[in-house]
């Protein structure tokens, strides 16, 4: 039986480049000259651990964990998974973060200018920690598409942002989760980047009647993969993950 090598080479007609002037953001964030891998020392992948030791009781319920009056407005959801490494082995007690826009589409953000109403029971971040089988879980509201000063009629997709933390401050990847059947995605200029439709379809949470609970809250199915040939895109990664 042949063992599974520990590193996979970066599929690079998988992973978007950094320029992408359809996504007009990249013409001026992304880098103009060839990038230079750095090794990294043992400072920067032993420590320090953050924010592992910090969580609140309701910190993966963001249905709870900021509410004032009432539940806030919308959808309800659970959002599930598991964190894997290239070898489908699970990652276990790995810091997850989660923010997003509210179900109208509107951060709880000082520069968020949408028209759309702040919802004052709802803040939108959430953090866990995976267990021993690299499973996390977040109870949420689905949040809103929102219009976007791209192109004259962009709008971004509902989407989730997703940190995932390493051992130390160097090992932090960050992504976005879409929705299922969502017909923004393939008109979003961000998405389309990836060259890889099976890429995108990777950022997709999948309808998960299992973990519904009836009358209640419906829930999505998204598994994260943190490196080789199947990964999932990060944002802060482009180069290579």
């Known amino acids: 039986m042949t063992t599974p090598a520990e590193y996979y080479q970066r599929n690079r007609d998988r992973h978007p480049p950094a320029y992408t002037p359809a996504y007009k953001t990249s013409v001026a964030r992304s880098p103009r000259y060839s990038l230079i891998s750095l090794q990294q020392s043992v400072s920067e992948i032993t420590g320090p651990v953050f924010g592992h030791n910090d969580l609140g009781a309701l910190d993966h319920d963001l249905i709870r964990n900021y509410a004032k009056d009432d539940d806030p407005i919308g959808e309800r959801i659970i959002v599930h998974g598991r964190v ?22 509107r951060y709880r ?29 977040f109870r949420t509201v689905k949040p809103g598409a929102y219009p976007w000063r791209n192109m004259v009629n962009n709008w971004r997709p509902a989407h989730i942002h997703f940190s995932i933390f390493g051992a130390s401050f160097s090992q932090r990847l960050i992504t ?66």
């Open 84 to 105: 894997l490494d290239e070898n489908a082995r699970a990652v276990p007690n790995t810091l997850v973060e989660i923010w997003q826009a509210n179900s109208g589409g």
């Open 109 to 137: 953000h000082k520069k968020d200018t949408y028209l759309a109403p702040i919802d004052p029971n709802f803040g939108g971040c959430g953090r866990t920690i995976t267990d021993e089988q690299g499973y996390y879980f």
């Open 176 to 241: 976005q989760l879409y929705f299922e059947g969502d017909p923004l995605i393939p008109l979003c200029p961000i998405v389309q980047t990836i060259p890889d439709a099976d890429a995108i379809d990777a950022l997709t949470a999948r309808l998960d009647m299992n973990a519904t609970i009836p009358l209640d809250t419906i829930a999505y199915r998204f598994d994260i993969v943190l490196r080789g040939r199947r990964s999932t895109l990060f944002e802060n990664r482009l180069e290579g993950n």
